[in-house]
């Protein structure tokens, strides 16, 4: 009798996640702009059941934050300066997706110290094809992002496709912001399948 692969066995994987956000924000009356870069490596764990996904990962968090700070000083001039943070600390992310049909749902979260916390469920349609077969995917997502001085919560609509390897999401929606400026937002997200 042959001996097959145990069921509780679980995959390790390596990835690396890269963000980087620009924002802008109000500050004594002028429009300021601050940029947040992440880079985390990291090793994790993942098991398939049926068409349920869970993966757990880890791994050293290298941060930049580069805000623009602008305030009046005591001879009523307004002072502009760029403010810098760099920053080494971990991350921990945990991740979950279910595939039903033409449907899939998606739950993402993640902490890195220094403070960061980032959560996204997101729900995909993939049916849709253009006429030489090339997938389009709509969707809808929910985001969190923030830390003790910043929270922001988005609501939008995704599409994406597919080539090759490469995957391309647009993204589009409404953010709101506990610190800086509410309205609209919108990204690109590149991912790579070997």
């Known amino acids: 009798m042959p001996v097959g692969r145990p069921d ?38 993942r098991k398939s059941l049926g068409g349920l996904n869970l993966s ?14 602008a305030w009046t000083d005591e001879n009523g ?18 991740y979950s997706s279910y595939r039903s049909g033409a449907h899939k749902f998606e739950g993402l979260l993640s902490y890195s110290n220094p403070e960061l916390f980032f959560g996204r469920f997101r729900w995909m349609h993939y049916d849709y094809k253009m006429e030489r077969g090339t997938p389009i995917t709509p969707g809808l997502e929910l985001l969190a992002v923030g830390n003790a001085n910043f929270q922001t919560l988005n609501a939008g609509l995704l599409v994406g496709s597919e080539f090759g390897k490469l995957q391309i999401l647009l993204k589009g929606g409404y953010q ?7 309205g609209g937002y919108g990204g690109i997200e590149l991912y790579m399948h070997y």
């Open 8 to 45: 509780w066995i679980v995959e390790p994987f390596v990835s690396v996640f890269a963000v980087r956000q620009n924002y802008y924000f109000y500050s004594e009356g002028q429009l300021l702009e601050g940029r947040l870069s992440q880079f985390v490596p990291a090793v994790g764990v």
């Open 56 to 69: 757990l990962s880890g791994g050293p968090s290298l941060l930049y934050a580069q805000d623009d700070s």
């Open 77 to 94: 001039a307004l002072v502009k300066e760029k403010v810098k943070t760099q920053d080494v600390g971990y991350s921990m992310t945990g």
């Open 176 to 182: 709101n912001n506990t610190t800086f400026h509410s």
